[in-house]
């Protein structure tokens, strides 16, 4: 009996320890209400808080939120270090304020940017889908005569007529 108590007693005590070697939620709702200007359950914050069974791994860097998708309707927050993780917001009415108009439409002509640690490289491309500001798109770059069968490739709205993306 006294066995058993005490293994009960450790592991009451271990669960503090084990609770903090996850991701503080909380943090993550504050910074999501912080990134959209309103408070979680109004309209244009978060439409609930964030899963409180998710088991996250801490994340060493600061969080990266942004929106996902041209309905400004859901925040994607992303641990960017190493082994990170990602997780998508909800957000009440349809995002915060109204929808801004697409810097780029359908079938824009393009220029494709990737950069990386020293260098730049940039393509002309075609927008496949419309998109605002900070939204990722499909592109196509350009395809051989012969061949047209160009890589579709997913790229961020940098200004009107750019897109790009960084490489590690």
Do not use: H
Request: hydrophobic share 50%; glycine share 12%; charged share 15%.
């Amino acid at each position: 009996m006294t066995r058993t108590l005490a293994v009960l007693t450790a592991a009451f005590c271990a669960s503090p320890a084990l609770a903090q070697s996850y991701a503080d939620l909380a943090a993550v709702d504050n910074a999501v209400a912080a990134f959209t200007g309103a408070p979680q359950g109004s309209p244009g914050g978060a439409a609930q808080l964030v899963d409180r069974r998710l088991r996250l791994v801490p994340c060493p860097a600061e969080l990266a939120l942004a929106w996902y998708g041209a309905r400004r309707d859901t925040i994607e927050v992303r641990c960017p270090a190493a082994g990170g993780w990602k997780l998508y917001v909800p957000v009440t009415g349809g995002g915060a304020g109204p929808a801004a108009a697409p810097l780029i439409v359908r079938g824009d002509a393009v220029t494709i940017s990737v950069s990386g640690a020293g260098f730049a490289v940039s393509q002309p491309g075609e927008a496949l889908e419309s998109g605002v500001l900070g939204a990722w798109i499909k592109v196509r770059g350009p395809a051989s005569v012969a061949a047209q069968n160009a890589p579709v490739l997913r790229a961020k709205v940098l200004r009107p007529g750019v897109v790009g993306m960084d490489l590690p």
